[in-house]
């Protein structure tokens, strides 16, 4: 976890400022142990660079259960995530089409906070770094599942990029409000849970001029396709029409600026402001 991060976060519990005590550092300077206190008492723990909000694991849905498996993290971008895309969407879609889209769209050159919310082993994570290589910026991957943000966090050290990985929810996000220039979700709306929950808090940690990417798996248009989504649903697993799922973004006041349907898989550009 970088330093430049620790103003930026705030208590999930109470929105407090959180004050750092007793760092470890590694070489580099990022912080690898040490706590996060709040004025209410809560302490959240720093361990192997990982900011922990959450406690002990509580995964409401099968879905979300199966991303607590260390198998799960270590498996997903090794043997799924470089083909979902292409699979999902029905034409070739390699990482470099996806991640230049995600970026661009959530304006990643220009530098500030971007959040790449339920992370997973953390790919747009690594993209917003790259991106931002030149710019004045941080990036902060979030996830529930403390396997996933720790392959998360073996991955962008082996790539040599910066990224800050916690552990948290995204309905509660433990990030100052409207500190974040731009937040990304890629693939994970379908699962996070409470979805309105879920985009009032990216809403309130956005800047009033930033930008929200998202990556999600619309409805299928083949009754065998529904059928097949239908029984994924009961692991905890949603999927929305394209209007449904803009219209649960504009009650979120993150109004749809840009989106692009290739097969099932929707991207999506929303912004607080209406301009
Ligand atoms: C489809 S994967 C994410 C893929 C990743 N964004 C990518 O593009 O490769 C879904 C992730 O969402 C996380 N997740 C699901 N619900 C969550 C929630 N409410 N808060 C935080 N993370 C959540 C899971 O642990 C899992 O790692
Ligand atoms: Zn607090």
């Known amino acids: 976890m970088n330093d430049e991060v620790v103003p930026l976060l705030r208590c999930p519990a109470c929105t407090g ?15 690898i142990a040490g706590a996060l206190h709040c004025v209410c008492g809560a302490v959240y723990p720093i361990r192997d ?7 002990p694991p509580r995964p409401p849905t099968l879905a979300q259960l ?10 997903y971008e090794r043997l799924w995530r470089p083909f979902a895309l292409t699979l999902l969407s029905g034409e070739s879609f390699p990482y470099q089409r996806e991640l230049a889209l995600v970026t661009e769209w959530v304006g990643a050159a220009q530098g500030g ?4 919310v339920a992370c997973s082993n953390g790919l747009y994570a690594r993209a917003l ?3 931002i290589r030149h710019a004045p910026g941080q990036v902060i991957g979030i996830d529930h599942a403390l396997p996933m943000v720790q392959e998360a966090r073996q991955r962008a050290r082996a790539a040599e990029v910066r990224v800050s990985y916690m552990r948290a929810s995204a309905q509660t996000l433990p990030i100052a409000s409207g500190a974040a220039s731009g937040v ?4 994970s709306l379908n699962e996070i849970g409470d979805l309105d929950a879920c985009l ?38 949603a999927f929305w029409s394209r209007e449904e ?22 991207f999506t550009l929303a912004r607080p402001d209406r301009a």
């Open 129 to 131: 770094a790259r991106a």
């Open 17 to 31: 400022s959180l004050d750092l005590s007793d760092p470890r550092r590694a070489a580099d300077g990022d912080i």
């Open 184 to 187: 990304t979700i890629g693939g």
């Open 245 to 266: 799922l803009l219209q649960r973004f504009r009650a979120a006041e993150l109004h749809p600026q840009r989106y692009e349907q290739h097969g099932i898989v929707l």
């Open 113 to 116: 906070l971007f959040v790449d």
């Open 66 to 75: 199966t991303n607590e498996l260390p198998a799960t993290a270590w498996a």
């Open 49 to 55: 660079g990982i900011a922990d909000f959450l406690g």
């Open 200 to 237: 009032r808090e990216v809403r309130r940690i956005l800047a009033d001029d930033g930008r929200f990417v998202t990556m999600t798996l619309l409805t299928a248009p083949s009754a065998v396709g529904r059928a097949v989504q239908r029984a994924v649903s009961a692991g905890g697993i």
